[in-house]
């Protein structure tokens, strides 16, 4: 049987790769766009918490209060001078399973902002994108994924979440691209 990780990645390889495209529309190096980058992952990141903390993360995920990066991104939107965007409702996580799904997006979304916080400008605030994880942190969190999803209706409801989640990212991210262009 395949691993969930290895069956949610491959199942959401198109998702996360044109996610990535979107967001490659940000330069991270001008202070207004990178800022539109952080309003458009606040947008979605702090709703995705929020459905998770509703749905029990903390039980489940280890370590998920101090995985939690929302109040990180208010601070470096609050230290660029903007406020938080008009927060839309996620769709409530209603299974464990769901949970992983979207805590998948998120939390491999960490992996990547290491890759990101590299392009930011000197001087711009980077705790969002900048804070290390936790050394082991991913390997911990996907041995407990596979862990909990060993039946193939789990991780395809994971799978589902986690797709859901990619596209909550990617309409974020579009709003801002959109918003830039005016």
């Not at 990141?45 to 509703?54: G, Y």
């Not at 029990?56 to 995920?61: E, K, P, S, V």
Request: hydrophobic fraction near 50%; include cysteine; aromatic fraction near 8%.
């Amino acid at each position: 049987m395949t691993s969930a990780r290895t069956a949610i990645r491959a199942a959401t390889a198109a998702d996360h790769e044109r996610l990535d495209g979107l967001f490659e529309g940000f330069d991270l190096g001008d202070a207004g766009s990178y800022g539109r980058f952080l309003i458009a992952h606040a947008a979605a990141l702090l709703p995705v918490e929020a459905a998770l903390d509703a749905a029990g993360a903390d039980r489940l995920i280890p370590a998920w209060t101090e995985r939690r990066r929302g109040e990180m991104i208010r601070a470096d939107l609050a230290a660029l001078g903007l406020a938080l965007p008009e927060l839309t409702a996620f769709e409530p996580l209603d299974d464990d399973a769901a949970c992983w799904g979207a805590a998948y997006v998120v939390e491999g979304s960490r992996l990547g902002g290491a890759l990101l916080a590299r392009r930011i400008a000197p001087g711009l605030p980077r705790s969002y994108l900048g804070t290390p994880q936790a050394k082991g942190a991913w390997r911990t969190f996907v041995e407990a994924l596979d862990a909990a999803l060993l039946a193939d209706d789990r991780i395809a409801r994971a799978t589902r979440a986690a797709r859901e989640t990619f596209s909550f990212f990617e309409a974020a991210g579009r709003r801002q691209l959109e918003h830039s262009h005016r």
